[in-house]
Each structure stands twice: as C-alpha cells, then as structure tokens.
Nanobody, 121 residues
Framework: QVQLVESGGGLVQAGESLRLSCAAS????????MGWYRQTPGKQRELVAS???????TYADSVKGRFAISRDNAKNTVYLRMNSLKPEDSAVYYC???????????????WGQGTQVIVSS
C-alpha cells in the first residue's frame, strides 16, 4: 500500500501565499507522476498541477503564472507553491501519486486525505 500525507493548508487573505506538501510512503518502487487536484462542494475534482519524474509540469489555465509545482524524488514528496491566491482558489486540495510498487511492479494510484485551503476576500 501507498500512503500520502498532505500538509500546509489553511486560511489566508487574497493575495497571500501558501505552500502545500505531500509525502508518499509505503510499497513504492517508483513514482511516475505526482499531482495536486482540488474540489469544491458540488463540483468535480479538477487537476491543478502535475509533475512527472522528469520534472515535466502541467498546470490548469486558472493557476498558470501563480502556482508552481515541484518534487523531491529522493523524498517522494511533491510541493505546490501557491502565490497571489484568490477566493476562487478555495477548495480541498488533494495530492495524487501514480507509480509502481515493489511488489511485482504493480501500478498504483494513491490519494491523500485532502487539505483545506480557504482564501478570504
């Protein structure tokens, strides 16, 4: 099994910054992609940003230029630096990791428990 532990959410004012962290542990051989998703009540979970093992990144249009995703492969950890936060960024942010386990190389897709981000206007 693979476990993801997130941290760094909270309440901030518009224009401020936050950094989210997510550490993966467990039966991991390699992690191909790590990403951050977010979800608000009544809406589908959406991709915010992702980073591959080669550090290729993808961003939602709504966060381009404001958010930066990075990862530490040695620590199996992914970060999301969120700058110039807006009230519409308020959501529960979930970490996702996709990779292969040491157990016969089985693939996995694991989710964190979510961390709340609230941006007040």
């Amino acid at each position: 099994q693979v476990q993801l532990v997130e941290s760094g959410g909270g309440l901030v004012q518009a224009g401020e910054s936050l950094r989210l962290s997510c550490a993966a542990s467990g039966d991991i051989s390699s992690i191909h992609v790590m990403g951050w998703y977010r979800q608000t009540p009544g809406k589908q979970r959406e991709l915010v940003a992702s980073v591959s093992s080669t550090r290729s990144t993808t961003y939602a249009d709504s966060v381009k230029g404001r958010f930066a995703i990075s990862r530490d492969n040695a620590k199996n950890t992914v970060y999301l630096r969120m700058n110039s936060l807006k009230p519409e960024d308020s959501a529960v942010y979930y970490c996702n990791a996709q990779g292969s386990s040491r157990w016969y190389g089985e693939s996995f897709s694991a989710w964190g428990q979510g961390t709340q981000v609230i941006v007040s206007s």
